[in-house]
C-alpha cells in the first residue's frame, strides 16, 4: 500500500508564491508519473502539472511561465512552486501519482490567493 501526503498550502496575496510538496510513503517499487490536479469552488478537477520518470513535464496552459513542477526519486516527493499567483489559482491542489501501473490521489491542500 501506498500513502500520498500532500503539504505548503495556504493562504497568499496576489503575485505571491507558495511551493507545495507531495511524499509517497508505503512499499514504494517504481513510481511512473508524479503530478498535481486542483479543483476550485464550482469547478471539475483538472490538471496542473506532470512530470515522468524521465522528467519529462507537461503544464495546464493557465499556469505555464509562472509554476514548476520537479521530483526526488530518491525521496518519493514531487514539488510544485507556484509563482505569480492569482486568484483564479485558488482552489484544493491533490497530488496524484502512478505506482506500479496503480493510481494514488492525496487527500488535498487548499490554496487560497485573495488579498
Known amino acids: 500500500q501506498v500513502q500520498v501526503v500532500e503539504s505548503g498550502g495556504g493562504l497568499v496575496q496576489p503575485g505571491g508564491s507558495l511551493r507545495l510538496s507531495c511524499v509517497a510513503s508505503?512499499?514504494?517499487?517504481?513510481?511512473?508519473?508524479m503530478g498535481w490536479y486542483r479543483q476550485g469552488p464550482g469547478k471539475q478537477r483538472e490538471l496542473v502539472a506532470t512530470?515522468?520518470?524521465?522528467?519529462?513535464?507537461n503544464y495546464a496552459d493557465s499556469v505555464k511561465g509562472r509554476f514548476t513542477i520537479a521530483r526526488d526519486n530518491a525521496k518519493n516527493t514531487v514539488y510544485l512552486q507556484m509563482n505569480s499567483l492569482k486568484p483564479e489559482d485558488t482552489a484544493v491542489y491533490y497530488c496524484?501519482?502512478?505506482?506500479?501501473?496503480?493510481?494514488?490521489w492525496g487527500q488535498g491542500t487548499q490554496v487560497t490567493v485573495s488579498s
Open positions: 496524484h501519482l502512478n505506482h506500479w501501473g496503480t493510481n494514488y
Open positions: 508505503g512499499n514504494i517499487f517504481r513510481i511512473y508519473a
Open positions: 512530470i515522468t520518470s524521465g522528467d519529462t513535464t
